[in-house]
């Protein structure tokens, strides 16, 4: 059973970077078939794909946030890390680390959440 | 990439029937049979409870099913339980660019 763990700062100051990490057991970063993609939820609103980050290194990101994101991977430590820069109070999300099989392209496997505030 | 268009709520007896429809484009759902419903408890995360229009995953109740017709799919919850009550997301493949859009999400109440 793959479990996922996110794990950051809960509150980032506006125009600063949100780095958060997501740890990955019962599973590898490093096997084919699978996207680790990040997901958010602003508060009492619908989800958001942020982008996903395969295997081999290549990356997809959601256009409309594409300028400002960063996922990439660390196989030894069999995580998957997400970056967003410039962020703002609009940025207040839930962010959820997921898995998603890449034949049938359905985010299986999701992290439980972490509330990330911008705020001064 | 707009969001796929949900009802915002869908209410029902114990032991009815409730259907979630899932709106989008010839872009989205129009063009591939991949889409999949998740089930959101308030403080959870998403639980996938159908994938590629109408597959259940193990362990998830025969209660679910779906279908697509065009641009919009939908999700039928039958024998409504007190456990069903939750908000249901609807998500789409939408190509390599926009990967994937997620629906606005329809909160399901059982009376």
């Known amino acids: ?120 | 990439q707009s969001a796929l268009t949900q009802p915002a709520s869908v209410s029902g007896s114990p032991g009815q029937s409730i259907t979630i429809s899932c709106t989008g484009t010839s872009s989205d759902v129009g063009s591939y049979n991949l889409v999949s419903w998740y089930q959101q408890h308030p403080g959870k995360a998403p639980k996938l409870m159908l994938f590629e229009v109408n597959k259940r995953p193990s362990g998830v109740s025969n209660r679910f099913s779906g279908s697509k017709s065009g641009n919009t799919a939908s999700l039928t919850i039958s024998g409504l339980q007190a456990e069903d009550e939750a908000d249901y997301y609807c998500c789409s493949y939408a190509g390599s660019s926009t990967r994937y859009v997620f629906g606005t999400g329809t909160k399901v109440t059982v009376l």
């Open chain 1, 1 to 120: 059973q793959v479990q996922l763990q996110e794990s950051g700062p809960g509150l980032v100051k506006p125009s600063e970077t949100l780095s958060l990490t997501c740890t990955v057991s019962g599973g590898s970063v490093s096997s084919g078939s699978y996207y680790w993609s990040w997901i958010r939820q602003p508060p009492g609103k619908g989800l958001e794909w942020i982008g996903y980050i395969y295997y081999s290194g290549s990356t997809n990101y959601n256009p409309s946030l594409k300028s400002r994101v960063t996922i990439s991977v660390d196989t030894s430590k069999n995580q998957f890390s997400l970056k967003l820069s410039s962020v703002t109070a609009a940025d207040t999300a839930v962010y959820y680390c997921a898995r998603a099989e890449d034949t049938s392209e359905t985010i299986d496997y999701w992290g439980q959440g972490t509330l990330v505030t911008v705020s001064s």
